[in-house]
Every structure is written in C-alpha cells, then in structure tokens.
C-alpha cells in the first residue's frame, strides 16, 4: 500500500524549531519530487516546500523562507522539515505529499499524509 | 504570491452539473498547464482529482473534468451525488518560486 506517515508535531513556544519526518512507503521514494503543505485551522492549503527527487533543487514559500529547511534521505524513505524561529502563525496541520510524476516538479499532488499538527503558543 | 481566487461557495441538487472556477495570472494558471483540483472531506487529507488541467488519476469518476481558458480554470461536476459534498481547492505551479505551487482558498460545495 503506497503510504505517506507524518510524525514530530507538537507544541512548542515561539521562536523555538522542530522537525517534522515523513515516512514513505509503498513506492519508489527516489523517484519523485516531494513536497510540504499546511493547513491552518479552519483554513485552506498552503504550499511549505519542496524537493526534487535526488535533492538538487529545493524551493520555499515566502513565509518560511529562512527559517524552514527541507531535506530528504533516500535511503531511509523519509522526508524532513526543520522548522527554526517558529511563529504563532505557523500553527498548522503539516502534510507531506508525492508529486504524480516521476522525476517532475510541476505536477500535481497524488497521494498526501494524515498530517502532524503543530501547535506554536506561549 | 497570492492564492488563487475561488467563490467561497457553490450548490447543487443531485443529478444537476455545478462549476468551480479558479483565477489567477500568466504567472500561474495562465503560464502553464499545470492546474490540479483536490476534494477535502472534513478531517480527512486532499485528494488529487484533476492533475495537468484535465486529466483524472486512476479511480477517480470520469464525473468530475476539467478545463482552462486564458488565467481562469475550471472543475465541472455533472450528476451530482451526496458524496460530492466537500471543500475543493485548486492549485497551480507558479513559476515566483522554485518548486511553488499556488493554492486557491477553497470553495464549499453543498449538495442540497
């Protein structure tokens, strides 16, 4: 079964990191771009991040930029985000997600996580 | 980068076909064909229904299609069903970041 299981959220008070991992299962983990996306509560979707398949080129949103990192290990199937200097308005459910297409960077988002909730208050 | 810009919602009574539109600029929708549409139930994950503007991954019905004209794209949802009742949020690759994808912010479809 093609799986995507996200864990490391919690809460932590601002200005503190944490990272998130996401264990893949179920597919050839290093053939595909991945990506991060949150989603506020009671609010819409927002792109994080992502990388390509063998970590060359990565990409943030403005929000996070310089203070989320992400990286990934292929050998192991796991996708990370370091997430420094963080923000009450960084409160969010965090979900990894495939990208549909080998090897592209472009597409769209086929199979997601359930998501690791992080919490940002003092 | 802003998001994309979605009616915040739309209805329909089953059998009926409801439209979803999704507008952005040539940096985004307009510049590529690379818009996907994802169905949220409530405390569930999104799930990929459209992908490269029309195109539906397996398993997913031939109900829901898709299209794009100009800045503006669409999902189109013909025989409604209960079950289609869900928030639906397009996205699009965006070319203002490496990797970016732009979300719109979601419309609620009610299923009456």
């Known amino acids: 079964e093609v799986q995507l299981v996200e864990s490391g959220g919690g809460l932590v008070q601002p200005g503190r990191s944490l990272r998130l991992s996401c264990a893949a299962s179920?597919?050839?983990?290093?053939?595909?771009?991945m990506h991060w996306v949150r989603q506020a509560p009671g609010k819409g979707l927002q792109w994080v991040s992502g990388?390509?398949?063998?970590?060359?080129?990565?990409g943030y949103a403005d929000s996070v930029k310089g203070r989320f990192t992400i990286s990934r290990d292929n050998a192991k199937n796991s996708l990370y985000l370091q997430m420094n200097s963080l923000r009450v308005e960084d409160t969010a459910l965090y979900y990894c997600?495939?990208?549909?297409?080998?090897?592209?960077?472009?597409?769209?988002?086929?199979?997601w996580g359930q998501g690791t909730m992080v919490t940002v208050s003092s | 980068q802003s998001a994309l810009t979605q009616p915040a919602s739309v209805s329909g009574s089953p059998g009926q076909s409801i439209t979803i539109s999704c507008t952005g600029t040539?940096?985004?929708?307009?510049?590529?064909?690379?818009v996907s549409w994802y169905q949220q139930h409530p405390g569930e994950a999104p799930k990929l229904m459209i992908y490269d503007v029309s195109n539906r991954p397996s398993g997913v019905s031939n109900r829901f299609s898709g299209s794009k004209s100009g800045n503006t794209a669409s999902l189109t949802i013909s025989g409604l069903q209960a079950e289609d009742e869900a928030d639906y949020y397009c996205s699009s690759y965006t070319s203002y970041t490496t990797l970016g994808r732009v979300f719109g912010g979601g419309t609620k479809l009610t299923v009456l």
């Open positions: 179920g597919f050839t983990f290093d053939d595909y771009a």
């Open positions: 990388i390509i398949w063998n970590s060359a080129t990565s």
């Open positions: 997600a495939k990208e549909i297409k080998k090897q592209w960077s472009r597409d769209g988002f086929d199979i």
């Open positions: 040539s940096s985004d929708v307009g510049g590529y064909d690379f």
